[in-house]
């Protein structure tokens, strides 16, 4: 119900803007009678009416579809071009909140450089945690410096940081790095599986894993 109530009111809002647009454009901005001081402010007014558009289209979700006209596919409801790039976001302040889509590497091609392999690098604060998508096809580095480029994988990478832990998802593995200022930490650091680290050094671990009767890892927790 509320759904259809905003739907409603989006639609009855953007019908009567795109007619006030109309009306400036086809009673003003096309006269040739109009002193060039009146005619910049009918401009000015037209603009406004753009940009109040441009965010009241925002809430567009193409109820109806699209239609095809000479620049393409566009919205019956709002007119915005398919899938054309928005400047802005606009989330309600309670209730889910959903920003772009996902994402993935979209080609066999090695680039020559990151920056030509990029395809979504972005980063939000959401209440305090910390997160970053970053997405790219495979392209050459030189990172470990020395002559011979590599190829570096396409990759869909997901961050998070919350409180200083920092939790890295990609399409092989899950990383996660615990907060550890103000621990005191030895000069080395390795990296084991558990079964070969000896069950007395083990038990120093506060990690429950969860699995099923055949020994399968559902999940793990991590006392901190």
């Known amino acids: 119900m509320l759904k259809d109530s ?19 454009s086809n009673n003003f901005l096309n006269r040739e009678d109009i002193n060039k001081g009146k005619l910049q402010i009918y401009f000015n007014i ?5 940009l109040t558009w441009e965010f009241l289209a925002l809430q567009c979700k193409h109820w109806d579809g699209y239609k095809k006209v000479k620049s393409g596919m566009v919205c019956r409801t709002c007119g915005k071009v398919k899938d054309t790039h ?18 993935k590497p979209s ?14 690098n972005d980063t939000i604060e959401f209440h305090g945690a910390l997160l970053n998508v970053d997405v790219h096809n495979s392209y050459k580095s030189n990172l470990l410096k020395g002559k011979n480029e590599i190829n570096i994988a396409a990759e869909r990478n997901v961050m998070l940081k919350e409180q200083g832990i920092k939790c890295y998802i990609d399409g092989h593995l899950i990383n996660v ?3 550890n ?10 990296g084991n599986f558990p079964w070969e680290i000896k069950g007395e050094k083990l038990k120093k671990f506060p990690v429950i894993f969860d699995f099923d ?12």
């Open 46 to 50: 037209y603009q406004q009416l753009g």
């Open 6 to 24: 905003v739907k409603n009111s989006v639609k009855k809002e953007l019908k009567c803007l795109l007619k006030s647009m109309d009306f400036i």
């Open 107 to 120: 080609s066999q091609k090695s680039f020559n450089n990151k920056r030509k392999a990029q395809i979504l």
């Open 177 to 179: 790095e615990l907060n």
């Open 181 to 190: 200022k103000g621990r005191k930490v030895g000069k080395k650091i390795y």
């Open 86 to 103: 928005d400047f802005y976001y606009l989330i309600p302040e309670m209730g889910f909140k959903k920003i772009g889509k996902m994402l």
């Open 213 to 224: 009767e055949s020994y399968k890892l559902l999940g793990l927790t991590i006392l901190t």
